[in-house]
T-cell receptor
């Protein structure tokens, strides 16, 4: 079974631009979560989607948004990029349905550098 | 609000010796507790979890963790460390109805030396 696939793996943007990151969960997984990892703030929860609906949201500004498609693939978008948005963005999928176990399968991440 | 504390930034241990990576937590209600490991330039891998039941939880690669409700701790342990265990370890917590909104600790770098 293929793992969680995130694209692109690396990207460089400049301040003010926007970026879209993609995540394909493991086949059959319907829950997708996104986390931001930085040296200063560590791992922080962004949002979670299940059946195309946002189920949970972290404490990030409205510049951070996401969505999930009917095939469970998910995208997240960051608009008006700031230097502080430089981070590793991790996507994780969950094999369970409405009752989450917290046993997440993570992708290798998309490393965003904002110049 | 839920929180996790990993008091040690780094733990050094000799190969073959037992290892412990410490974690304490704070959460409303019954905790769901997790350990994840991250190797360089990789995503996180699930090691083990505690939801309910026995306080000693066994997980992948010979790791285990002990849940202590009175001390609000969930320390990760392994009887005999391997050099290949060297990695970054994260403890995480969520509340019972929290979906997949995990709160992670700051991580502990484990270094196992020959």
């Amino acid at each position: 079974k293929a793992g969680v696939t995130q694209t692109p793996r690396y990207l460089i943007k400049t301040r003010g631009q926007q970026v879209t990151l993609s995540c394909s969960p493991i086949s059959g997984h319907r829950s997708v979560s996104w986390y931001q990892q930085t040296p200063g703030q560590g791992l922080q929860f962004l949002f979670e989607y299940f059946s195309e609906t946002q189920r949970n949201k972290g404490n990030f500004p409205g510049r951070f948004s996401g969505r999930q498609f009917s095939n469970s693939r998910s995208e997240m978008n960051v608009s008006t990029l700031e230097l502080g948005d430089s981070a590793l963005y991790l996507c994780a999928s969950d094999p369970t349905g409405r009752t989450n176990t917290g046993e997440l399968f993570f992708g290798e991440g998309s490393r965003l550098t904002v110049l | 609000a839920q929180s996790v504390a990993q008091p040690e930034d780094q733990v050094n241990v000799a190969e073959g010796n037992p290892l412990t990576v410490k974690c304490t937590y704070s959460v409303s209600g019954n905790p769901y507790l997790f350990w994840y490991v991250q190797y360089p330039n990789r995503g996180l891998q699930f090691l083990l979890k505690y939801i309910t039941g026995d306080n000693l939880v066994k997980g992948s690669y010979g790791f285990e963790a002990e849940f202590n409700k009175s001390q609000t701790s969930f320390h990760l342990k392994k009887p005999s460390a391997l050099v290949s265990d060297s990695a970054l370890y994260f403890c995480a917590v969520r509340s019972a109805g929290g979906g997949n909104k995990l709160t992670f600790g700051t991580g502990t770098q484990l270094k196992v030396e020959l």
